[in-house]
């Protein structure tokens, strides 16, 4: 019988931060490092040894701009986690594992017509998984959904971390796209923590050509390295630029700019999906992976002139997840230059740095010191 640790311990958000209503005034945000009971584990559920814990932009939402959870403060968020199994089902003792960020019931007609990955009764670490979140020392979760690490040759378990979504959140996207071999895409924010995984998961399905699009000059040349085979600076252009520039990409290319392009447009900004529905044409896809609050005025009459599709996407199903880990462990999708580790225990400054910086140069992925 394996002996249960006497306690969790975890750093929670206290409270997130708003802003008064009279005033204007913002009041910060409270993380707290505290300790937290280990339930009762059910047959069907493990304890995860967390090894590491990615810090993703879903987080910082929570965190900063009053996007709400489900479960309400105090509750420890992070949902992109690795670690090893050390209690419960005993199949699973012992070893190394990736948490899927959303789990399905299996049970609903979502789940069982194929759209689980958005089951309305998921359970997601550190929003819908109880007081429970990954910038903990352990997390318990149902063993059903765990996707196990086998032969990671050299790759930290902790980096692993990234594959819970930001390198799996690209696959399911590709699927809803029905991306095929021959396809040509474009990826909006292609280099962001996301979207690097988006162009190098596409060229591994195949793409004929990728055109990656982001402000950063200097990231959009790396970008050049990591699945993109052209890429286009946003940074102080007009729309109207941008999409001339594309349209000569094509031209010099031998590509068609009019029509079937995929458009995944990752940054969740307003800018960047008013882009991604002016480049939208004939037959083709726009696949909405990042989240933003703002809106934006399209009209919706060009979709039925163009035969086009608006595409929404959340999460991934785990059954993708041992795909997408080999693509990992096979250097088909690299990870290494796109992540960093720092103690857990600096997980404010690491919140605020991340915040700050809206697209930092590389996901930081904290690892439990307490």
């Given at each position: 019988?394996?002996?249960?640790?006497?306690?969790?311990?975890?750093?929670?958000?206290?409270?997130?931060?708003?802003?008064?209503?009279?005033?204007?005034?913002?009041?910060?945000?409270?993380?707290?490092?505290?300790?937290?009971?280990?339930?009762?584990?059910?047959?069907?559920?493990?304890?995860?040894?967390?090894?590491?814990?990615?810090?993703?932009?879903?987080?910082?939402?929570?965190?900063?701009?009053?996007?709400?959870?489900?479960?309400?403060?105090?509750?420890?968020?992070?949902?992109?986690?690795?670690?090893?199994?050390?209690?419960?089902?005993?199949?699973?003792?012992?070893?190394?594992?990736?948490?899927?960020?959303?789990?399905?019931?299996?049970?609903?007609?979502?789940?069982?017509?194929?759209?689980?990955?958005?089951?309305?009764?998921?359970?997601?670490?550190?929003?819908?998984?109880?007081?429970?979140?990954?910038?903990?020392?352990?997390?318990?979760v149902p063993s059903i959904d765990l996707c196990e690490v086998r032969n990671r040759g050299n790759i930290p378990l902790e980096q692993l971390a990234v594959v819970a979504d930001a390198a799996t959140t690209p696959y399911q996207a590709a699927k809803r796209a029905d991306l095929q071999p021959g396809d040509n895409v474009i990826i909006i924010g292609?280099?962001?923590?996301?979207?690097?995984?988006?162009?190098?998961?596409?060229?591994?399905?195949?793409?004929?050509?990728?055109?990656?699009?982001?402000?950063?000059?200097?990231?959009?040349?790396?970008?050049?390295?990591?699945?993109?085979?052209?890429?286009?600076?946003?940074?102080?252009?007009?729309?109207?630029?941008?999409?001339?520039?594309?349209?000569?990409i094509c031209k010099k290319n031998g590509l068609e700019a009019g029509f079937g392009w995929k458009i995944f447009e990752v940054s969740g900004t307003k800018a960047g999906q008013d882009m991604a529905l002016e480049l939208l044409s004939f037959t083709g896809k726009l696949i909405l992976i990042g989240f933003g609050m703002a809106k934006n005025e399209?009209?919706?009459?060009?979709?039925?002139?163009?035969?086009?599709?608006?595409?929404?996407?959340?999460?991934?199903?785990?059954?993708?997840?041992?795909?997408?880990?080999?693509?990992?462990?096979?250097?088909?999708?690299?990870?290494?230059?796109?992540?960093?580790?720092?103690?857990?225990?600096?997980?404010?400054?690491?919140?605020?740095?991340?915040?700050?910086?809206?697209?930092?140069?590389?996901?930081?992925?904290?690892?439990?010191?307490?």
């Amino acid at each position: 019988m394996t002996q249960l640790p006497d306690k969790i311990e975890t750093w929670q958000m206290v409270q997130p931060t708003t802003k008064n209503k009279e005033t204007g005034e913002v009041i910060p945000g409270k993380l707290a490092k505290t300790s937290i009971p280990v339930p009762a584990l059910a047959p069907d559920e493990v304890l995860v040894k967390v090894a590491g814990c990615g810090v993703c932009h879903t987080d910082l939402g929570y965190f900063y701009d009053g996007v709400p959870t489900v479960s309400k403060p105090p509750l420890t968020l992070g949902h992109e986690i690795s670690g090893t199994v050390v209690a419960g089902d005993e199949k699973w003792i012992g070893k190394e594992v990736i948490i899927p960020a959303v789990m399905p019931c299996r049970k609903c007609l979502l789940c069982k017509t194929g759209r689980g990955n958005r089951c309305l009764a998921q359970k997601m670490p550190g929003n819908s998984l109880g007081i429970y979140g990954g910038f903990s020392s352990h997390i318990p979760v149902p063993s059903i959904d765990l996707c196990e690490v086998r032969n990671r040759g050299n790759i930290p378990l902790e980096q692993l971390a990234v594959v819970a979504d930001a390198a799996t959140t690209p696959y399911q996207a590709a699927k809803r796209a029905d991306l095929q071999p021959g396809d040509n895409v474009i990826i909006i924010g292609v280099t962001g923590g996301v979207g690097v995984y988006m162009a190098q998961t596409a060229k591994a399905l195949g793409a004929k050509a990728v055109i990656g699009i982001a402000r950063n000059p200097e990231k959009l040349k790396r970008a050049l390295n990591y699945g993109a085979d052209f890429v286009i600076s946003s940074q102080d252009k007009q729309i109207k630029d941008i999409r001339n520039e594309f349209r000569d990409i094509c031209k010099k290319n031998g590509l068609e700019a009019g029509f079937g392009w995929k458009i995944f447009e990752v940054s969740g900004t307003k800018a960047g999906q008013d882009m991604a529905l002016e480049l939208l044409s004939f037959t083709g896809k726009l696949i909405l992976i990042g989240f933003g609050m703002a809106k934006n005025e399209y009209s919706v009459s060009r979709l039925m002139a163009f035969d086009a599709e608006i595409i929404g996407t959340w999460g991934c199903l785990p059954e993708y997840y041992p795909i997408v880990l080999d693509m990992v462990l096979s250097k088909k999708i690299d990870i290494a230059p796109f992540t960093e580790t720092r103690p857990m225990s600096q997980i404010a400054a690491v919140f605020n740095e991340v915040h700050k910086a809206g697209s930092p140069e590389k996901r930081i992925v904290l690892t439990p010191d307490f």
